[in-house]
Structure formats: structure tokens, C-alpha cells
């Protein structure tokens, strides 16, 4: 199996001079990073979390810096942009990062010391999965990532996700939260009823666990359930049906 996801990134930086990779579906947000373009500039790429994007939108902006600095254009440079897309700076990454998240290439390099640098949102674009990864690892600074190295000890599955909004992950407190199905949970930042389509997410359950704590005493909630709280409060009330 190994031995196949290697020919795959050599196919890759055959073809395209990188191999994009994205990483999701566990109790982490998802992340993406490129493998083949260390020989050339002496370091990688990753983006960590950015739950405001696409999964093509990663892609277009991990290739279009790898693209830029296989034509040498923004080697040395702190930010870019991405048409249709945004902004975004660059900062160095710690290895403890590269350590956990970048097992790809360290596999490809052989286990050897890979540098990196971080993709970073804007401001507008920034949300409460995009980690800081120029200083240590440390659940306790970014608890949204502990489960990188800690188990996952909660009354749901591994690898549960919600629905929230991206008010919720822009770092205003959830107030709305229901249990609809099984595996499907929605868990809002204001009234679940106002969210467009186009501002909804479905992020793993341990990413708002992970930045508000009291989001793990809704998940003994039964099918069908729901709570609610006011904007300030930490305690969870019992959602009532009104009387037809």
C-alpha cells in the first residue's frame, strides 16, 4: 500500500512537478499539503483547516503557490493571491507540525528533516480550525487539533461531523444544536432557520468541541432532541415544543 501511494506522488511530480494532498474525515479538521517541491526550494506546503473552503478551492491554492514556485515566481515572498479566491500569507512551519500531520512526505523523503511553510487565510477568511503552526505543537494552544496525539474519549463516533455555520466558526458562540438523526447532528451560531445554504459547513464534531468545551455535554442527546442557550450563557436549556 505504501509502496503504491509512493509511485502515485512520483506519477504526480513527474507530471505536475508537486503532488497535492488532502487529508479529512477524522476527529481533526482537514488539511492539505504538497510533496515534491522541497529539492527544489527546500521546503513544502500545508493548509490547516480553513473550513470557509471548498475542497477545490485548497487545491487551487496549494497549486497555484507550488506552480509559482517551480516558475521561481514566489520564492521568498510572505503572501499571494488566488484569483476568484483570496489573499494569503506565508509563515515557517515548527517540525513538531510537520512531525504529525505531514506523514506523506516525510514517507517519500525517507523519514528525513522536510521544512514547510503555512498557508494562512485573511483575516475575513479565518476560522477556528487554521492553526498556528510556527510554534510547537501544544493541544493546550490549539485544542481544536488535541486529537492529533490524544484519543478520542466522547459518547459519539470517531470521526462524527456536524453542520454549523460560518458564524460558528468565525468564533461567536453556538446557541442552537439538535440531534436529527443518528449521525447527524447541526449545531448553529444563532438561529439554526437563518442559515443559507451557502453559509453552512460540515466540520468533525471535535473541531467545536475543541474550541468550546460545553458543546461535549450535548452529545448524550437521544435522536430528535435539541437544545438552546442564550448568547453569553454556557448552560444548555431543553428545547420545548409550543403547544399546536
Known sequence: MMAKFIDQIRQSIRQYGYHAYLV???D????AYAVGICDIIGYEIIFGGGAYYSANDIFSIIGTLARGYLRGDEVGETSFSVDGVGGFSLQPVHESWVHHLMLGALDYYNDKTVSA????PDEHHRTIDVPDMSREFSPCDEPVWRWVIEPWTFPA???TVALTN?????????????????????IFAGPGPDVSEGDARAVPLGTLIGFDPSV???LPLNVGEARWREEGETRWREWKAKPV
Open 117 to 120: 511553510v503555512q498557508v494562512c
Open 166 to 186: 460560518l458564524e460558528a466558526l468565525r468564533g461567536r458562540q453556538v446557541t442552537e444544536a439538535g440531534r436529527w438523526e443518528a449521525d447527524h447532528w447541526e
Open 28 to 31: 481533526i479538521p482537514r488539511f
Open 216 to 218: 461535549a455535554s450535548l
Open 24 to 26: 479529512s474525515g477524522g
Open 157 to 159: 463516533p470517531s470521526g
